[in-house]
């Protein structure tokens, strides 16, 4: 690519960048420090940018420009969660938040999820099933020294900023319109985690595993009625009038790892699941394109909970809750046996 033509595809992946309000030539006169006369004579072609203001562009626009130089050379970059999720999951949540925020806030946002594992939003809607998340990722995910020594109880600390933090990223969620695809083992991991706590003897109190199967089974129905609705909505509760549209589709052959494309005007965005709960980010045009591609085949070839009556809606859910209580009958007959925990 020569560089008359990079600095063109710099400044048209900089305008697509930007909210349609914003004037192109005033934002980078800001950015730049430079005058408008010369912020005009870069986007006319008739002086390059400097090094200087490319770095800057680079850095403020989030710009990979080896993609922008060679966008058929199957080049993607992207960032990873994992490098600057914090010390612990509440700062992981507080970079959730920033993203949601800004998808919610940008201009026709459409997101497209599909995976074999239930999105972590959901667990929000029930204290006691987000605590279980909590727990998890802070002495399995996070390591964090102090929570080694630590069984599972709904007394854990900073629950209160844990739970507020996720009940924000709903509230961002339930705005954006959601087409998303699961299949009948979307639980499956949760249980896994469930049982595995209860035979590793981490629950303070055996008999809460009782009481999560309990609160996943109004999971369960809360997520039917919101099918019902078209959209989010808190338990309890009704949907907003700014609530988004949600449309929930079956499909079994979805791959294991969960696969988000947020599609918006100034361009797409994938988030692809990789150490749970990380995540790569990456934006790039091409692969945005191909990833639509694939959701609209899924959208052809996959069933729509919304629109194949009550018996079809029920049967599924009827079948989510089937897998709740067929753990549960294991944790009643380990709690008949005896799992009360020794010290640690």
């Known amino acids: 690519m020569e560089s008359s033509e990079l600095q063109r595809a ?18 980078l006169e800001k950015i730049l420090h430079i005058s408008q006369s010369a912020i005009y004579k ?26 922008i130089a060679n966008p058929n050379a199957g080049i993607i970059q992207g960032t990873f969660s994992g490098l600057y999720a914090g010390a612990s999951c509440l700062d992981y949540l507080k970079s959730i ?20 594992e239930l999105p972590d939003f959901y667990w929000f809607y029930f204290d006691e099933l987000a605590l279980l998340q909590y727990y998890i990722w802070e002495r399995m995910v996070w390591n964090v020294p102090d929570w080694q020594e630590r069984r599972f109880s709904f007394k854990l600390p900073k629950k209160k900023a844990f739970l507020a933090s996720g009940k924000r990223i709903l509230q961002h969620y339930h705005r954006i319109p959601a087409m998303e695809f699961w299949n009948y083992q979307v639980l499956d991991t949760a249980l896994s985690q469930m049982e595995y706590l209860l035979e590793s003897k981490l629950f303070e109190q055996p008999k809460d595993a009782i009481c999560l199967c309990g609160q996943m ?28 549209s949600f449309h929930l589709f079956c499909y079994e052959a979805l791959p294991a790892n969960k ?41 052809q070839r996959a069933e729509s909970l919304n629109r194949i009556g009550e018996k079809g809606k029920n049967r599924f ?19 008949k046996v005896g799992v009360a925990p020794p010290p640690l």
């Open 42 to 67: 870069r986007l006319q072609g008739k002086i390059p940018f400097t090094f200087d203001d490319l770095a800057k562009l680079i850095q403020h626009f989030d710009l990979p420009l080896s993609q």
């Open 97 to 116: 938040e920033r993203e949601m925020s800004a998808i919610q806030n940008s201009r026709s946002p459409q997101l497209w999820l599909m995976g074999s």
């Open 259 to 299: 696969t988000v494309l947020v599609e918006t005007a100034e361009g797409n965005t994938l988030y692809a699941s990789l150490t749970k709960p990380h995540f790569i980010k990456i934006k790039n045009p091409v692969l945005g394109n191909y990833l639509k591609k694939k959701f609209q085949t899924l959208f």
């Open 317 to 335: 859910f009827k079948a989510l809750e089937s897998r709740v209580g067929r753990l549960e009958r294991i944790i009643s007959k380990l709690l």
């Open 217 to 244: 089974c109004l999971l369960v129905r809360h997520m039917s009625k919101m099918l019902e609705n078209g959209s989010h909505f808190f338990p309890g509760g009704q949907p907003k009038p700014d609530a988004a």
């Open 10 to 27: 710099l400044i048209e992946r900089i305008r697509t960048q930007l909210p349609s309000k914003k004037n192109l030539a005033v934002e």
